[in-house]
């Protein structure tokens, strides 16, 4: 019993001094995304991203991970994630930017958050909110880096307002993205 006691006492000042308060952690690297429009006999898309390039077109993409530990073992996150893909001489724009808050327990975290996006080319765009879910494990590669093997499920809400050629249309926004990441993150308190 007393070596459970001291176990447990062991990991809880490591959690603590991992994620504890006034921590910031920041990285990401590698993301599968499957994408789904909400309607019947539509098939999903899938992208797959390494790094900033697409192995289906050419893609840069600019997505920082920033967390900032309000209390032990709780963050609120910023969500920011910038695309930009062309084919030919068509691109396309993909920008989500949002907040949400995250709960670590030991190595294993979930949380969630409130997302807008804003996606679209020259002639056509299209904004929508969604509501963003996420989950993961945390691999010690060193003592403040870890391996970030995590999961993003993003839902669809309220209305999607598209615009063509300056003709405003609105429908619900019925769509979904299931993003799977590998990473790399780092945490580290300010002095």
Do not use: C
Not at 46 to 55: D, E, H, K, Q
Request: charged share 15%; hydrophobic share 35%.
């Amino acid at each position: 019993m007393r070596n459970i006691i001291l176990l447990i006492a062991i990991m809880s000042s490591f959690v603590m001094a991992q994620f504890g308060q006034g921590t910031i952690s920041a990285g990401s690297l590698f993301s599968y995304s499957s994408h789904s429009s909400g309607s019947e006999g539509d098939d999903p898309i899938n992208v797959t991203t390494i790094g900033n390039s697409s192995l289906s077109e050419f893609s840069l993409m600019i997505k920082p991970a920033v967390n900032y530990f309000i209390l032990d073992n709780l963050s609120v996150d910023g969500i920011l994630s910038l695309t930009k893909m062309s084919s030919g001489d068509n691109e396309f724009s993909f920008n989500l930017y949002g907040a949400g808050a995250t709960y670590y327990m030991s190595n294993i975290y979930g949380g969630g958050g409130f997302v807008m996006s804003s996606s679209g080319t020259d002639d056509y765009s299209t904004k929508s909110n969604w509501l963003e879910f996420h989950g993961g494990y945390l691999h010690s590669l060193t003592e403040n880096v870890f391996l970030d093997l995590g999961v993003s499920y993003f839902m669809g809400t309220g209305e999607s307002v598209s615009e063509w050629d300056g003709e405003e249309d609105k429908s619900d926004n019925e769509e979904s993205i299931l993003r799977i990441g590998v990473g790399v993150k780092a945490f580290f308190n300010l002095p």
